[in-house]
């Protein structure tokens, strides 16, 4: 039973800290948006804290309940999750928005835009699974 109660509650919490991010500051909970905001905006302040409570939040769930991060569950290549990293920085920067902002923040305001590109990145998402899994077999 656990493993459906934690991922919910951690999409509740997801859900509630964007509401309070918007209602609060009036920002979106993109991530990429937020990263590159925190090197290069003005209002860094609450940038650096909320990237800060990611991973400090990451590290509490760990230490408390054991669970693995999801890092520890691939066998990846590293110079591949380093690849996927940097396509996926370069999508978020093409396609102005990231999945968090578009998937999470947009389509809970009902945003047409963030409809059209959530569909497109999990589309694109499913289809470059399928290939890469189709070419390289299971190493991925």
Known sequence: ME???LPT???LLIGIASVLLLATLGRVAGISGIVWGAIAAPDRHWRWLFL?????GTALMHITTGIAIPAEHTDAPLLLITLAGVLVG???RIGNGCTSGHG???LGRLSVRSLVATSVFMATG?????VVRHLFGSIV
């Not at 800060?52 to 400090?56: F, S």
């Not at 499913?126 to 399928?130: K, N, R, S, Y």
Request: hydrophobic letters at 60%.
């Open 126 to 130: 499913v289809i470059t699974v399928a």
């Open 52 to 56: 800060i409570g990611l991973v400090a």
């Open 3 to 5: 493993q459906f109660i």
């Open 90 to 92: 370069l999508g978020t």
């Open 104 to 106: 999470i923040c947009g």
């Open 9 to 11: 509650l951690g999409g």
